[in-house]
């Protein structure tokens, strides 16, 4: 049974270090196929365990890492499955 989607948010924005239900991304290329990779990777690994949150834009000891991460607010989730689906063959419906 995964823990509860507001628990995890709350979680999130408290933060100083990753867990196992959350991971921090310094910084994230939505052009790169190999950031792709990484973040379907992470996407995968949390749906089979339950669940977790991906925060983007924070180093690995919580702390903001500069990085502009703006281009990932222009992203429709659909397109995020679509591309969760190209590397698996399996549609997510709950991101």
């Known amino acids: 049974m995964g823990i509860d989607r507001s628990k995890l948010l709350e979680r999130a924005e408290n933060a100083k270090r990753e867990s196992k239900y ?3 991304k310094r910084e994230f290329d939505i052009a790169s196929p190999a950031s792709w990779c990484e ?3 992470d996407i995968v690994a949390f749906a ?7 925060v983007f834009g924070v180093n690995n ?19 995020v ?5 190209r590397y698996t063959g399996f549609q ?3 991101l």
């Open 92 to 94: 997510f419906a709950d």
């Open 48 to 54: 089979n365990s339950g669940g977790g949150v991906i």
């Open 39 to 41: 973040i379907v990777k």
């Open 81 to 85: 499955t679509n591309k969760i689906n």
């Open 61 to 79: 000891d919580g702390a903001a890492s500069g990085a502009d991460v703006s281009a990932l607010l222009g992203l429709d989730i659909a397109d």
């Open 22 to 24: 959350l991971d921090f």
